[in-house]
DNA sequence: CGGATTTGACCGGT
DNA sequence: ACCGGTCAAATCCG
């Protein structure tokens, strides 16, 4: 890409971004006065709105610049696990034969699907119902030992990846360097709706990894632990080859975390990397706004809003993920997602032309 | 007993 | 040949 305009495109980008933050900034300290009026949140809110529309557009136009054209996943031909020279081993017949229609069907949707990179630190308390269960339901299906890494990285699929025909996979790889920090790779979007069930999901894996793996802090929890938890995501665009996409939210919990609510949650960005931009279909999970109630929330919406396109918000509670998918019916902070507004189209179709001043009416 | 996890084997890409 | 990713039989667990 032409570098002025790289230039141009991320200092804009940067300028909306703090905006965003000023803005969010001067909602915080209008709400510790405890004498906002609903006037003046309204206003924030369509400050904010309009920051944040700016900016996916900005991003959704310099991603089209930007991306190739990606492999549409349709079905075809697909080279078969089926042995060709027509000598399968008798295992591999049952195997490949049930195979070949997924693979049809997956194998190249797979390589297309979008992956994202999280760290997450777990402590020893957070690693029971914290920030880095996601809300959905995995099942293991495999350890693999990498080389030169201490820990295994352990493979998780959707659970109801044959009742929902849901692809999602992640990968759970334990930091060398700082063994309280999971590297969560998740490939592929949820199209599964397990979300609303969320709040009786089991504990995320990565948080059971901890506990297994972990023979550290033992019996040291403390609510200091839990204010100062903190998660790092990072969010690559394998898929779009070249274009780096690198985005770090920060969420801090107060200290009744447990007992978190909409109105209490605080989460910001804390970073936006200088090629921040719009990738493609992520996840999902987390683009319906919350409750008009849950402002920390509503001015994180630019976080929501990637997660449609760019950042992937994986550290909402369960009372959250709850409204993820019933949240259309409370639409007030984010006038962009729309409520039939299809994720999977998104996904499926990265053309999707967002360029179209209409489609944000 | 059914669902989840473990773990060795298999497979494809490099 | 090596390595990462996946499969599936065996095992575990509630």
Redesign the pocket.
């Known amino acids: 890409m032409d570098c002025a305009f790289n230039w141009e495109y991320n200092t804009l980008i940067n300028e909306l971004t703090q905006g965003i933050e000023y803005t969010k900034q001067l909602r915080s300290y209008l709400s510790s006065m405890a004498s906002t009026s609903e006037h003046q949140e309204l206003l924030l809110q369509k400050i904010l709105s309009s920051y944040e529309q700016s900016l996916l557009i900005l991003k959704c136009s310099g991603s089209a610049v930007q991306s190739p054209q990606p492999v549409t996943p349709t079905c075809g031909a697909i ?1 078969s ?1 089926v042995s060709v020279d027509g000598s ?2 008798s ?2 017949k ?2 490949s034969f ?2 070949h229609q ?1 693979l049809i069907n997956v194998s190249k949707k ?1 390589k297309s699907q979008p992956t994202w990179t999280e760290q997450v630190k777990v402590s020893a308390e957070t690693g029971f119902e914290g920030p880095t269960d996601d809300g959905y ?12 890494a201490k820990y295994p ?3 998780y ?1 959707c ?1 109801y990846r044959h009742m929902q025909n849901c692809w999602t ?1 992640k ?1 759970v790889q334990r930091s060398d360097d700082d063994p309280t920090v999971f590297e969560i790779t998740y ?1 592929g979007s949820h199209t599964c709706h397990q979300a609303s069930n969320s709040a009786l999901q ?1 504990k995320s ?1 990565e948080n ?1 990894e901890f506990k ?1 793996q972990a023979n550290y802090q033992t019996g040291q929890y403390s609510n200091e632990i839990l204010m100062n938890l903190r998660a790092n995501l990072r969010v690559d665009t394998n898929d779009l080859d070249k274009n780096e996409t690198t985005a770090a939210c920060s969420f801090s919990f107060p200290p009744t975390f447990s007992g978190l609510t909409d109105e209490n949650r605080h989460f910001q960005i804390s970073h936006v990397d200088e090629n921040l931009m719009i990738g493609g279909g992520y996840s999902p999970s987390f683009v319906s706004p919350t409750t008009p109630e849950s402002n920390y929330f509503s001015i994180s919406s630019s976080c929501q809003m990637n997660g449609f396109g760019m950042v992937h918000n994986v550290h909402r509670s369960e009372s959250d993920l709850t409204d993820i998918f019933s949240a259309n019916t409370s639409s007030t902070s984010s006038p962009i997602v729309g409520g039939e507004f299809s994720l999977d189209h998104f996904e499926l179709d990265p053309n999707f032309p967002f360029d179209n001043p209409r489609f944000f009416s």
Do not use: A, C, N
């Not at 339901?137 to 030169?148: A, E, N, P």
């Open positions: 080279e696990s399968p081993k295992e591999d049952k195997r049930k195979d997924e797979r339901s995995w099942r293991k299906y495999g350890q693999k030992d990498i080389l030169g990285r352990s493979y699929r659970t996979t990968q490939k089991p894996p059971q297994k």
